[in-house]
């Protein structure tokens, strides 16, 4: 590098830093990357990107330097291996659901097999007359227990092979977690939620929170399969992406729970759009592919809560929280407070 270079790359730098420190922004590699490129102004696109993000939010959130680095920054095989992980992920999650419920099936299939074979061999000890008859019963019990016999094998194969899904789905969720996107429903994770609320917080940006459960949600697993909660799961973060306004942002909090960011917004308008995401679960229709019915069911129930001055972002979460299972406790599908 000459000496022009150095000194041009050492200029850069000091406008960089200046700026993360007035943004507030982690003094990361990747953040690095992307203010020195913003400061040194080789990449118009980025440089409008970020001043339009910065704009919309009047501040610069952790995600929306992670996503504009993903986006303009890293490399395709970066990018390749993310979405890699992204994809292991969420087959992962769907061969486990997939097994188990395989799983499920083979025990009831072995259960209806032990119940049969009991029955058959009581025949047998009763001593029929009819010797064809007998013989006819003694070949049935005979693969009975030749079926049991392949039946229990198949479980125990099926037992070590959802062991070797857990293992690798424990792995890939480790790898995970320095990433903000949820493997299955595509939107922004827990840990992406967590350092954005701790941002609004820290930057004393007024802010309101939605918090949301899908209603009765274990029930779709436990009367369908685990694999028809995948799809509910999917269709809810497509809808509450669909309809976050005025740069609010969902997050799937964790399990059936969700959570959505409103900065700059009071409690009334959060409620107004929490309103507008019930409505719009409600509409939701999912095909169970193994039995081909159609699930129309799905309700939600919500909890809004809004920033004040002296509150922790932790006492906005359980405000939240609490409005939520007050909405379950009193039926369900509707959205707490009632008055913003």
């Known amino acids: 590098m000459s000496n022009d270079s150095f000194s041009e790359s050492t200029a850069t730098l000091k406008k960089a830093v200046p700026l993360m420190i007035k943004h507030k922004v982690p003094t990361t590699p990747t953040n690095y990357a992307l203010w020195y490129t913003y400061t040194s102004q080789q990449m118009p696109q980025l440089n409008v990107a970020l001043d339009q993000g910065i704009k919309e939010l009047g501040h610069c959130t952790p995600t929306l330097c992670d996503d504009l680095y993903q986006e303009h920054l890293a490399s395709e095989t970066d990018k390749d291996i993310n979405q890699l992980k992204l994809s292991l992920t969420a087959m992962a999650q769907e061969l486990s659901h997939s097994m188990a419920e395989t799983l499920s099936d083979t025990n009831n299939f072995h259960d209806v097999l032990e119940s049969t074979f009991g029955k058959l061999e009581g025949l047998n000890k009763e001593g029929l007359s009819i010797e064809e008859t007998m013989k006819l019963v003694k070949e049935l019990i005979q693969e009975s227990k030749k079926i049991r016999q392949s039946t229990g094998s198949f479980k125990g194969q099926l037992n070590n ?121 409600e509409r939701i229709s999912v095909l169970d592919k193994r039995s081909g019915e159609r699930i129309n069911s799905i309700t939600a129930s919500f909890g809004a809560a809004s920033h004040l001055n002296n509150e922790s972002s932790r006492q ?21 407070p009632l008055n913003g």
């Open 316 to 336: 906005v979460i359980e405000q939240a929280d609490h409005y939520l299972n007050q909405a379950k406790q009193l039926g369900r599908n509707r959205v707490l």
């Open 161 to 281: 092979a959802q062991e070797e899904i857990a293992t690798l789905r424990e792995a890939l969720n480790k790898s995970q977690q320095l990433v903000n996107e949820d493997a299955l429903t595509g939107i922004s994770n827990r840990r992406a939620f967590d350092r954005d609320i701790e941002s609004y917080q820290q930057s004393q940006i007024p802010f309101s929170l939605i918090m949301l459960d899908i209603d009765h949600f274990k029930e779709f697993n436990d009367n369908f399969s685990h694999l028809l909660g995948d799809q509910v799961l999917k269709a809810v973060a497509r809808r509450l992406v669909a309809c976050c306004q005025d740069y609010a942002k969902a997050y799937r909090y964790g399990g059936e729970e969700f959570a959505v960011l409103l900065p700059y917004k009071s409690l009334s308008s959060a409620r107004q759009q929490a309103e507008t995401m019930r409505k719009a679960i």
